[in-house]
């Protein structure tokens, strides 16, 4: 069974420190992996795609790495602001025998930064 | 920029009546789509992928007949939620694949439903 995980589940911060959000997956046989942030009551932000041939993607201060054969990737935020509150979701895509594709999430970190 | 629109993002309706969901990729193709359910402080649960002029692929212990999936264009998929009854109340949320792109999922701002 493909499943996902995040750790951990919950997280609070001062402003400015440096984050690390792990997400583990228990196939490695991935197409892709996705990182997005949910607001409460709203739909998904997409932050970073990384392919399953790419080590790492970066964005701005986020910074996503992937390592298949260990079934983890981690996002890295710096200097984490009051805005950075929310929960992020990981989801890894693979493809089916049939030809369709299939997106696992994780269960999510909340993440809340205080001023 | 890739823009999914989903409506209603409320609705609020009665127990036994049925509602529809559309989820629209306003400026792109997309010949999939994916609808995900989410319950209160938990992860999105994958209900179904919709392939355009094909049937809906759904996920173990979801029922078919409970939530229609019609695909019918390359930028419109559709749920129903049948007969609702007030345990069906949820946070439902469509995503889209972009023909041609990278893999990349673009998300509808979701559709909460309250069933009385």
């Known amino acids: 069974k493909q499943e996902v995980t995040q750790i951990p589940a919950a997280l609070s911060v001062p402003e400015g420190e440096n984050l690390v959000l792990n997400c583990s997956f228990t196939?490695?046989?991935?197409?892709?992996l996705q990182w997005f942030r949910q607001d409460p009551g709203k739909g998904l932000t997409s932050l970073l795609l990384?392919?399953?041939?790419?080590r790492e993607q970066t964005s701005g201060r986020l910074n996503a790495s992937l390592d298949k054969s260990s079934g983890r990737s981690t996002l890295y935020i710096a200097a984490s602001q009051p805005g950075d509150s929310a929960t992020y979701l990981c989801a890894v895509r693979y493809l089916m025998n049939t030809g369709f594709q299939k997106l696992v999430f994780g269960t999510g970190t909340r993440l809340l930064v205080s001023p | 920029g890739a823009v999914v629109s989903q409506h209603p993002s409320r609705v609020i309706c009665k127990s036994g009546t049925s509602v529809k969901i559309e989820c629209r990729s306003l400026?792109?193709?997309?010949?999939?789509m994916f609808w995900y359910r989410q319950f209160p402080k938990q992860s999105l649960m994958l209900m179904a992928t919709?392939?355009?002029?094909?049937?809906?692929?759904?996920e173990q212990g979801v029922e078919k007949d409970k939530f229609l999936i019609n695909h019918a264009s390359l930028t419109l998929s559709t749920l129903t939620v049948t007969s609702a009854h007030p345990e069906d109340s949820s946070f439902y949320i469509c995503?889209?694949?972009?023909?041609?792109?990278?893999?990349?999922?673009?998300f509808g701002e979701g559709s909460r439903l309250t069933v009385l």
């Open positions: 919709s392939n355009e002029g094909s049937k809906a692929t759904y």
């Open positions: 990384i392919q399953s041939s790419q």
């Open positions: 400026d792109f193709q997309a010949t999939t």
């Open positions: 196939d490695s046989a991935i197409y892709n």
């Open positions: 995503s889209a694949l972009r023909d041609g792109d990278t893999g990349e999922l673009f």
